[in-house]
C-alpha cells in the first residue's frame, strides 16, 4: 500500500509536468505555431516557476509580474487532469505494459481539455496523429483500459467507428434541429479517439458516462444563467471526463452496477 502511494505521488507529480508540456502544446496548436512561455494578455514571458500552472498557482504567482493578470484556467485545468489521471492510474493499477499505454493515451485528452476550454477548438493536428496512433496500437496490443485483459483484434476498430458514428449522427441531427449546434466536428474525431482508446464495449459507458456529466453540466450552467445555455459550454470535456472515468473506473463501475 505504501509502495503503491508513493508511485501514485510520483505518478502525479510527472503527471504535472507532463501537463504543463500538453498545455504549451494546445497554445501552440491554437496559434499555429511554436510559442513562448509568456502571459497571454501583455507577452511579458513568464519565470520558470509559472511554466506549470500548478507550481505558479501552489506558490502564490499565479499573476503575471508584469500586468499582474491571472494565468489561463484551462492550462490549471489541463494539469490537473494529468497529475490526477496519472496518479490515480498508477496508484490503483501499478505499473504494467497496459497502464503505459493509458499513461500515454491520457496525454492528448490533456492537451484538447486546454483547447476547448480556452478557444471552443479541437485541432485535428493534435487529434489526428493520435487517433492513428491509438487505433494502430490498439488493433496491436488492444484498449488502454487497464482492467482489460479479454479483448479481440477488432476491439479498437469498432470502439472507434462507434464512437465517430454517433457523433457525427448526433451533428447532423444538431444541425438540422438548432442550425449551429453546439458539437463540432472535433467533437466526432475525440469521440473516435475515445473507441480507440477504450475499445468495444466500453466506447458504450465512455458515451453514456459523456452525456450523463454533459446533461449535469448543461443544467448547471442553466441554473446559473438563468435558463440561457446558448453555444456556451464546450463538449469536449465531457466527452474526456466519460472517457477518463471509464479508463480508471469502467470494470468496477459495470460489475457495481450488475450487483
Ligand atoms: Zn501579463
Given at each position: 500500500?505504501?509502495?503503491?502511494?508513493?508511485?501514485?505521488?510520483?505518478?502525479?507529480?510527472?503527471?504535472?509536468?507532463?501537463?504543463?508540456?500538453?498545455?504549451?502544446?494546445?497554445?501552440?496548436?491554437?496559434?499555429?505555431?511554436?510559442?513562448?512561455?509568456?502571459?497571454?494578455?501583455?507577452?511579458?514571458?513568464?519565470?520558470?516557476?509559472?511554466?506549470?500552472?500548478?507550481?505558479?498557482?501552489?506558490?502564490?504567482?499565479g499573476?503575471?509580474?508584469?500586468?499582474?493578470?491571472f494565468?489561463?484556467?484551462?492550462?490549471?485545468?489541463?494539469?490537473?487532469?494529468?497529475a490526477?489521471?496519472w496518479?490515480?492510474?498508477?496508484?490503483?493499477?501499478?505499473?504494467?505494459?497496459?497502464?503505459?499505454?493509458?499513461?500515454?493515451?491520457?496525454?492528448?485528452?490533456?492537451?484538447?481539455?486546454?483547447?476547448?476550454?480556452?478557444?471552443?477548438l479541437?485541432?485535428?493536428?493534435?487529434?489526428?496523429?493520435?487517433?492513428?496512433?491509438?487505433?494502430?496500437?490498439g488493433?496491436?496490443?488492444?484498449?488502454?483500459?487497464?482492467?482489460?485483459?479479454?479483448?479481440?483484434?477488432?476491439?479498437?476498430?469498432?470502439?472507434?467507428?462507434?464512437?465517430?458514428?454517433?457523433?457525427?449522427?448526433?451533428?447532423?441531427?444538431?444541425?438540422?434541429?438548432?442550425?449551429?449546434?453546439?458539437?463540432?466536428?472535433?467533437?466526432?474525431?475525440?469521440?473516435?479517439?475515445?473507441?480507440?482508446?477504450?475499445?468495444?464495449?466500453l466506447?458504450?459507458?465512455?458515451?453514456?458516462?459523456?452525456?450523463?456529466?454533459?446533461?449535469?453540466?448543461?443544467?448547471?450552467?442553466?441554473?446559473?444563467?438563468?435558463?440561457?445555455?446558448?453555444?456556451?459550454?464546450?463538449?469536449?470535456?465531457?466527452?474526456?471526463?466519460?472517457?477518463?472515468?471509464?479508463?480508471?473506473?469502467?470494470?468496477?463501475?459495470?460489475?457495481?452496477?450488475?450487483?
Amino acid at each position: 500500500m505504501t509502495a503503491n502511494l508513493v508511485a501514485a505521488l510520483v505518478a502525479g507529480l510527472a503527471g504535472v509536468a507532463f501537463g504543463a508540456l500538453a498545455a504549451y502544446i494546445g497554445e501552440a496548436a491554437l496559434a499555429r505555431r511554436r510559442v513562448k512561455v509568456a502571459c497571454p494578455y501583455c507577452t511579458a514571458p513568464y519565470s520558470p516557476v509559472q511554466w506549470s500552472a500548478l507550481v505558479a498557482v501552489a506558490t502564490g504567482q499565479g499573476r503575471c509580474a508584469a500586468c499582474n493578470r491571472f494565468l489561463r484556467v484551462p492550462r490549471l485545468i489541463g494539469e490537473l487532469f494529468l497529475a490526477l489521471a496519472w496518479g490515480l492510474l498508477v496508484g490503483f493499477y501499478g505499473l504494467t505494459p497496459r497502464t503505459l499505454l493509458a499513461l500515454v493515451a491520457f496525454f492528448p485528452q490533456a492537451i484538447i481539455l486546454v483547447t476547448d476550454l480556452e478557444a471552443k477548438l479541437i485541432p485535428n493536428r493534435v487529434m489526428l496523429p493520435s487517433l492513428l496512433a491509438m487505433v494502430v496500437i490498439g488493433t496491436l496490443v488492444g484498449p488502454a483500459v487497464p482492467a482489460v485483459n479479454a479483448w479481440r483484434w477488432w476491439t479498437t476498430l469498432v470502439g472507434a467507428a462507434i464512437g465517430f458514428t454517433t457523433f457525427r449522427l448526433l451533428v447532423w441531427l444538431g444541425v438540422a434541429l438548432f442550425g449551429e449546434g453546439a458539437l463540432g466536428e472535433g467533437d466526432i474525431t475525440l469521440a473516435a479517439y475515445v473507441g480507440a482508446v477504450v475499445g468495444f464495449p466500453l466506447i458504450i459507458e465512455s458515451l453514456l458516462l459523456a452525456f450523463t456529466f454533459g446533461g449535469i453540466g448543461a443544467a448547471a450552467v442553466l441554473l446559473l444563467r438563468r435558463g440561457k445555455l446558448g453555444t456556451a459550454i464546450p463538449y469536449g470535456p465531457f466527452i474526456i471526463l466519460g472517457c477518463a472515468t471509464t479508463m480508471l473506473f469502467g470494470a468496477e463501475l459495470l460489475l457495481w452496477l450488475a450487483n
